[in-house]
T-cell receptor
């Protein structure tokens, strides 16, 4: 499967713990996006990368959240000192183009449950 | 602020009948508008988009959508529904001055009954 992959698919953690998610985009895709989706809602934009540069962050992305894409390929999203409100599906998407008006290819998501 | 609304949580339609999934937007200027579909345990898949030009946009799997600026709507349509169209549909918008901050609607669950 050459689509966007995310690891792990499910993560259960205790409040206050740190978690890290990984996203592997489709090969040679320049753009990589992170979204958060809660039950009954559409995805909410968190941040995006153009190659290795993080170019935009949503106000939803608090100081406890950090994302990296060190070599312009895979990306990680870390949440420090998790809170129960962080429980959600975290989606990654990539795009081969360099414009906002082009389609994105989504991964299956990582479901985070904070106890 | 920009927003996208999908006024129906659930749409039921009989197989073979036409279907419509509604979307309205509040995005400044001329927006980019998208439809994505989500099947169980699968990532969101792109269906179609409106950028500029013809108001009627055709997309994957026989779906189409009509951009209506006066009604600020971008409804998704298909002339003849299939049971396999049953899924969760998301409308998304992006204002041209809002960077990459896509806004998704809450989703509409489409059930096509055999």
């Amino acid at each position: 499967d050459t689509g966007v992959s995310q690891d792990p698919r499910h993560k259960i953690t205790k409040r206050g713990q740190n978690v890290t998610f990984r996203c592997d985009p489709i090969s040679e895709h320049n753009r990589l996006y992170w979204y958060r989706q809660t039950l009954g809602q559409g995805p909410e934009f968190l941040t995006y990368f153009q190659n290795e540069a993080q170019l935009e962050k949503s106000r939803l992305l608090s100081d406890r959240f950090s994302a990296e894409r060190p070599k312009g390929s895979f990306s990680t999203l870390e949440i420090q000192r998790t809170e129960q409100g962080d429980s959600a599906m975290y989606l990654c998407a990539s795009s081969p183009w360099t414009s906002a008006k082009d389609e994105q290819f989504f991964g299956p998501g990582t479901r985070l449950t904070v106890l | 602020a920009q927003s996208v609304a999908q006024p129906e949580d659930q749409v039921n339609v009989a197989e073979g009948n036409p279907l419509t999934v509604k979307c309205t937007y509040s995005v400044s200027g001329n927006p980019y508008l998208f439809w994505y579909v989500q099947y169980p345990n699968r990532g969101l898949q792109f269906l179609l988009k409106y950028i500029t030009g013809d108001n009627l946009v055709k997309g994957s799997y026989g779906f189409e959508a009509e951009f209506n600026k006066s009604q600020t709507s971008f409804h998704l349509k298909k002339p003849s529904a299939l049971v396999s169209d049953s899924a969760l549909y998301f409308c998304a918008g992006l204002g041209r001055n809002y960077g990459q901050n896509f806004v998704f609607g809450p989703g509409t669950r489409l059930s096509v009954l055999p």
